[in-house]
């Protein structure tokens, strides 16, 4: 069982930047994947950024590409997300997310996860 919990959310203006932070239990070769979601109110979950938890190869989506940077430390055993250059409609509840299975192309999809953090809210004001 693995378990995750977020932290570092808040309120910023646009062109500010936020880190987030989400501390996890277990081995990462328990879970070989491990990423960063985002919902927005009356929208569906999407992936922001995926990070494969040992070799560090990363993915991420098209609309925050360049402004995002997803990065794991294994000894302190905590994922983060680096977030510059925010915009209004980068405002929502982020998720932290293992998976204990190899996603398979599937790096940013939702039902790739098994295992999900409580969330943290993220607030850009124009």
């Known amino acids: 069982q693995v378990q995750l919990v977020e932290s570092g959310g808040g309120s910023v203006q646009a062109g500010g930047s936020l880190r987030l932070s989400c501390i996890f239990t277990?081995?990462?070769?328990?879970?070989?994947?491990m990423a960063w979601f985002r919902q927005r109110p009356g929208k569906e979950r999407e992936g922001v950024a995926a990070i494969a938890s040992n070799s560090g190869i990363t993915k991420y989506a098209d609309s925050v590409k360049g402004r995002f940077t997803v990065s794991v430390d294994n000894e302190k055993k905590t994922l983060h997300l680096q977030m510059d250059s925010m915009k209004p409609e980068d405002t929502a509840m982020f998720y932290c997310a293992a998976t204990s299975y190899w996603p398979a192309s599937r790096e940013l999809s939702a039902d790739a996860y098994n295992y999900w953090g409580q969330g943290t809210q993220v607030t850009v004001s124009s």
């Open positions: 277990g081995s990462t070769y328990d879970h070989p994947w």
